[in-house]
């Protein structure tokens, strides 16, 4: 097995540009330190008559309390990437990034993206892979002809994956285990706080492309790292060989396969692959949700079984090998720069966390 590398495999869309740094102000669940000081001034009042000059001198003290912030926020106020180190699975089914080790506990960056300090719990340093389900929640993702939601599918996917690799001897945990909102920046602050091999976040496409005898599996792979290139196109590799049997009547866009997607300013579109920073990102589409066929195979065990079987499978390959990974994508289609969600924290109420 190779060195650990910083290994991400995220299957999930979001992006937002880069901005300077600023405080945001503490808001309700926030517990913030306070610094008091105390000033002294000093005036001089001087009354001048033909005869006699009188000089009254008077001192005042006032006393100011300045909020010290724990978290960093961007000009958009999205908090900042890379502020904390492990997590606390709360007792409440939560996973939380860890700003500070207390005495009797920890400071926390929450799931929408404040921070508040929780007593119990159990703390996590690291893992082999991070499984991010993608969506849940209020955030349904695609939903199939027959109405599934793409959020179920991905975590009944995602439970299958983290069981098979468990299997084969890797440390493994969910960035949610059950039907929860999670904003992208969370997912990403989960995946750095844990330093993983993988972060590995599952979804399933959506759209009317063309039928195609073959499945129109996507990986992204981010823009400047070769790694992240080789793990895609391991992924697609052996997804492709799991769904091909089924021999369905697919969908797929034209340029299927493993490929990067830039934004602007060349960097990653998706947030799933840029905000993770250091650890390095896949994004996934295993297939189309849309599709009544594909929807229906997508809904049954073995399917998923084997989904999950093909993630163990690159992933041993990807540690254990030099293999370069296929069916890359040279020249995608462009797929526009239309907004991603960019992490973004509003319109989201924080879960008790114990």
């Given at each position: ?15 937002c ?28 009042t ?41 997590v606390v ?75 098979a690799?468990?299997?084969a ?14 904003p ?6 989960i ?41 895609a ?6 997804t ?73 499978d ?25 907004p ?15």
């Amino acid at each position: 097995m190779i060195p650990r590398a910083l290994v991400a495999v995220a299957f999930l869309a979001a992006a937002c540009g880069t901005s300077s740094v600023t405080v945001a102000e503490p808001v309700e669940v926030q517990a913030p330190t306070t610094v008091t000081s105390s000033t002294s001034t000093s005036s001089t009042t001087t009354s001048t008559t033909t005869s006699t000059t009188t000089s009254t001198t008077t001192s005042t003290s006032s006393t100011t309390t300045t909020t010290v912030p724990l978290l960093a926020f961007d000009a958009d106020g999205v908090p900042v990437n890379g502020q904390t180190d492990g997590v606390v699975l709360t007792t409440t089914g939560w996973v939380v990034p860890v700003l500070d080790p207390l005495e009797e506990g920890w400071r926390v960056w929450t799931p929408c993206g404040r921070h508040t300090v929780i007593s119990t719990g159990t703390f996590v340093d690291t893992v082999d892979f991070v499984i991010d389900p993608g969506h849940g929640g209020s955030e349904p993702g695609a939903v199939g002809p027959g109405g599934t939601r793409e959020a179920d599918i991905n975590l009944q996917v995602s439970r299958r994956v983290r069981d098979a690799l468990e299997g084969a001897g890797y440390s493994v945990l969910l960035v949610r285990d059950s039907d929860q909102r999670v904003p992208i920046v969370t997912r990403a602050e989960i995946a750095r706080a844990l330093d993983p091999i993988a972060f590995v976040s599952i979804h399933h496409n959506a759209g009317t492309e063309a039928p195609s005898p073959t499945p129109g599996t996507e990986m992204f792979f981010q823009v400047a790292s070769d790694e992240s290139r080789r793990l895609a196109g391991l992924l697609y590799e052996e997804t492709r060989e799991a769904l091909d049997p089924y021999g369905a009547q697919w969908f797929s866009m034209s340029d299927a396969g493993a490929m990067s997607r830039p934004s602007r300013e060349g960097d990653d579109y998706y947030g799933v692959l840029r905000r993770p920073g250091p650890v390095m990102s896949v994004l996934a589409e295993f297939a189309y949700m849309t599709n009544p066929i594909e929807e229906a195979l997508l809904n049954r065990a073995d399917v998923q079984d084997s989904l999950a079987a093909a993630v163990v499978d690159a992933v041993d390959r990807f540690t254990e090998t030099s293999d370069p990974g296929s069916g890359y994508t040279e020249d995608p289609i462009f797929r526009g720069y239309g907004p991603t969600g960019a992490g973004r924290t509003t319109n989201c109420d924080d879960p008790e966390l114990e």
